[in-house]
């Protein structure tokens, strides 16, 4: 849990340029668009049986109400801005185990899933027209609990890049799942993911996703206790900057979500996020600059709006 400070603190020094807002509280409205209302009680109302506290993998408690309903309002945040900004981010978020009526790894709600659904509404409120949407999850493990709620939804394209033989070992079919063996690194990597993303284009065609959320994982790093994959952080700074450019040169604005991360030295997980997040202002700067921009978005403002979980 001391990533999420160390990491926010590390923003203020050294990414000053960052504007910083505390993550907003998700309400039982926006959580019911994803998740049955049995369970939202149920975490709320700290109904949660023990086998369903296990299985997310820590005890109920208010502050884990609150810092799951901030997980989601964070995510939910980042988005809006995106979509005015180009680039916004959670310094928390992407827990992508949560299913509708459970959870699951750590992860409580499922915050993109909640903010994708939220912004295909508002979306279709203010223009009367729909929005697609790409999920890109390069979190280690596989983002089973999204891919199983939007499974049949068209309208939302799930892309997930892990570790095969990793959690969790019961997958759930992504529209596309690229699984790679245990200690992939840099070159091996970067080349599955120029593929998956030109795979993810030519899927959508001309009618490109009008909003991207990145999960963008550091626990691919080869210095991870759990992620299995030897990426370098020179890797992941790749990685990154790939997503982040394939994103800007077709307009489509990105919030993206932290995700998972769980270094042996834990400087080493927060110093991935740090670079994270610098490529996401150097994005943000080169959507303020560009003359071109997506038809029905406004022009960017100052700054890159980076939403924090509330710990």
């Known amino acids: 849990m001391g990533k999420y400070w160390l990491l926010h603190e590390a923003v203020v020094a ?15 409205g ?6 049955t209302p049995t369970y939202v009680s149920a975490v709320i109302d700290g109904l949660l049986s023990p086998a369903q506290q296990r299985e997310i993998g820590f005890p109920w408690s208010e502050r884990m109400v609150e810092r799951s309903r901030r997980s989601v309002g964070a995510t939910i945040a980042a988005a809006r801005t995106a979509l005015h900004e180009g680039v916004s981010a959670n310094l928390a978020g992407g827990t992508h185990h949560a299913y509708p009526d459970k959870g699951g790894g750590y992860c409580v709600f ?18 009367r027209e729909l929005l ?31 570790g095969a033989k990793n959690f969790p070992f019961r997958k759930e079919a992504s529209d596309l799942d690229v699984d790679l063996p245990d200690g992939c690194a840099d070159s091996e990597y970067l080349a599955a993911l120029e593929l998956a993303l030109d795979q993810l284009w030519r899927h959508h065609g001309a009618a490109l996703p009008g909003l ?9 790093h080869e210095g991870d206790r759990l992620g299995r994959l030897k990426l370098s952080a020179a890797g992941l700074a790749e990685r990154d900057r790939r997503v982040l450019d394939a994103a800007r040169e077709r307009g489509i604005p990105v919030a993206l979500s932290m995700a998972g991360g769980y270094g042996r030295i834990i400087e080493d997980t927060v110093a991935i996020q740090l670079q994270t997040m610098r490529a996401a202002l150097h994005s943000w700067r080169q959507w303020n600059n560009t003359l071109h921009e997506p038809p029905g978005r406004p022009k960017a403002n100052s700054g890159v709006q980076s939403t924090e979980d509330s710990h």
């Open 212 to 220: 991207i959320f990145y999960l963008a994982g550091a626990d691919p």
């Open 110 to 127: 499922n915050d993109v899933a909640v903010a994708a659904r939220l912004m295909q509404a508002e979306w279709h409120r203010r223009h």
């Open 132 to 162: 697609r949407v790409a999920v890109i999850d390069l979190d280690v493990h596989q983002g089973n609990g999204t891919a199983a709620i939007f499974r049949d939804d068209p309208t939302v394209f799930t892309l997930s890049m892990h």
């Open 30 to 35: 926006e959580l019911a668009l994803v998740h």
């Open 14 to 28: 050294e990414l000053p340029d960052i504007r910083l807002h505390e993550a907003p509280l998700a309400s039982d």
